[in-house]
């Protein structure tokens, strides 16, 4: 390698290859860039004081970071310039010179701010690294993004002018293009203040909590046992299979509900009865090809009864965006990414890389219309764009009752907040709450329920697109439906319209015998809340 290099470039054009990539700390890779960053200077305007010292800190750029160790810097730029007298590269009087001045009186204070699209840089540079095992800070490269600007300065406005409770709680944000998977914008954490810090929307892993319903409950069902927006549960205490009783957030109980009223009022007891009308393996087929992890044990899936709420090991905003969008697009999945193409560039030569990321069908059409036309009844009103239709499913999960306890905290405290909403063009994942739960830093569910909602209209309401409607396939009929009949029956002409519902069926599902009664469910005394905390129960 070292003789085919010289062959092909001299050595100046080597050296030139060399100072321009290294990390030369301060959040600088090569030469110029460290020349701007401590100096405000090119690299031809630097004096010998500035340039001993960037020379100086290829050793070791952590140790020599003059942000970090001030000290040690001015120790090493002492040590290159006694070099550079010792090959008579400067004379005693400008080495004395350069000696007795401090570095830090040289170099800029610290700045703190970054580039405004930081966290999509980071997106990028952390998935070229995972692909290709080429950092592009050290590495020279073209890098064909999928970002669209006009999305992403929705995120950044919203950062900048959004009024937050304090400044430690966070907001992870992704956006997906349900045609192509393209992550089109992200939300990568507030304050954001370095490269490469924790990024909210890819690498934070949280419980979706009831997010989690429509994956591995209503979906599978409709999907394996052709259920319709019908299909009739009883919400109701419903015991776990090794023990424990599921119940609602509000501790009450509704009675009969159809699948709809299940899933747009998120009933946790109704939940748990589909997942475990259900196998596990069929779950796992679905959310697996939603690009979803569940928990494994070993290298089995570990698939518990905790997953119908949402509690399992968890996701990131972009993942929950990506499962989503397979809804909004008709029932396909593609992998979420940021870039397209890598033009390596080595001064001479370049090498292109182009990315293909081909849409798989992850389920049936009729399942995604489904799904999608029940949760434009889970919209609030505030949310929407001209034309378009727009559907949403939210989501918390609480904390242990005894950790709260522990910290003075009641209840209602809750660790993760979520809302997901799709059109048939994008996909929005949003989670809002904080690192760690301390005395200080909690959400109670009455804040984190107004403030997602506030976060869903200034986010969705600047992306989506206008004019935008859900396709009904073919596979799908309506037929109206006596309440309470089960199975599901046809209204006879003395039936009272008060008991009479139309719902969606798979074609050839639908009921065709006629009733003989009209039926009523039994009495709900309760009060109807939309609104609901699951209870994470882990294994």
């Not at 540079?125 to 993004?145: C, K, L």
């Amino acid at each position: 390698s070292i003789f085919k290099i010289e062959k092909d470039y001299s050595k100046k054009e080597i050296i030139e290859f060399y100072v321009n990539a290294p990390y030369l700390g301060g959040g600088a890779y090569g030469v110029e860039m460290a020349s701007d960053i401590y100096f405000g200077k090119k690299v031809a305007d630097l004096n010998l004081v500035e340039a001993a010292m960037i020379a100086g800190m290829f050793q070791a750029p952590g140790e020599y970071d003059p942000y970090v160790n001030p000290d040690k810097t001015n120790h090493r730029k002492n040590e290159v310039i006694d070099l550079m007298l010792r090959h008579g590269y400067i004379n005693n009087n400008e080495a004395h010179n350069a000696k007795i001045v401090d570095i830090k009186d040289f170099i800029n204070e610290k700045d703190n701010k970054v580039n405004k699209y930081q966290g999509f840089i980071d997106t990028v540079v952390q998935e070229v690294i995972d692909r290709t095992g080429d950092n592009p800070y050290e590495v020279s490269m073209d890098i064909y993004s999928t970002m669209v600007k006009s999305k992403q300065d929705v995120i950044n406005n919203f950062y900048n002018t959004h009024k937050f409770k304090d400044n430690k709680v966070q907001v992870g944000i992704g956006i997906i293009d349900n045609d192509t998977g393209a992550i089109i914008a992200v939300g990568a954490g507030r304050n954001k203040n370095s490269e490469m810090s924790l990024n909210y929307a890819t690498q934070i892993s949280r419980h979706p909590g009831s997010t989690a319903k429509p994956l591995f409950d209503y979906g599978p069902g409709i999907e394996y046992k052709n259920w319709s927006t019908y299909t009739p549960f009883y919400d109701k205490p419903v015991s776990y299979t090794n023990g424990g009783t599921m119940r609602n957030v509000d501790n009450k109980y509704q009675g009969f509900l159809t699948l709809e009223q299940c899933l747009v009022r998120s009933r946790n007891t109704c939940a748990l009865q589909a997942f475990q009308s259900l196998s596990n393996s069929k779950i796992n087929k679905f959310v697996t090809s939603l690009g979803i992890t569940p928990e494994y044990l070993g290298n089995n899936y570990f698939i518990n009864e905790a997953h119908s709420i949402g509690g399992f090991t968890g996701v990131s905003p972009v993942e929950l965006a990506a499962a989503y969008a397979a809804f909004g697009n008709g029932g396909f999945y593609t992998e979420p990414h940021s870039i397209t193409k890598i033009v390596y560039k080595d001064g001479k030569n370049e090498n292109v890389e182009e990315f293909n990321f081909n849409k798989k069908r992850a389920m049936k059409e009729t399942t995604a219309y489904m799904i999608s036309y029940m949760l434009k009844k889970a919209t609030n009103s505030g949310v929407k764009v001209s034309g378009t239709d727009i559907a949403t499913k939210t989501g918390t999960s609480s904390y242990d009752s005894n950790r709260l306890k522990s910290l003075g905290l009641s209840t209602n405290v809750i660790q993760d907040a979520w809302t997901v909403t799709f059109s048939p063009d994008y996909s929005v994942a949003i989670w809002y709450g904080y690192d760690e739960l301390t005395k200080k830093t909690y959400n109670t569910s009455s804040h984190a329920w107004s403030e997602r909602t506030k976060i869903q209209k200034k986010i969705v309401n600047n992306i989506m697109e206008k004019n935008s409607r859900f396709d009904r396939p073919s596979g799908i009929v309506t037929s109206k439906v006596v309440v309470g009949s089960n199975p599901p029956k046809l209204p006879n002409s003395t039936t009272p319209s008060s008991k009479i519902q139309t719902h969606l069926f798979i074609k050839g599902t639908q009921p065709t015998r006629v009733s003989s009664d009209y039926y009523y469910p039994e009495p709900i005394t309760e009060e109807i809340i939309t609104e609901e905390i699951p209870i994470n129960i882990l294994p």
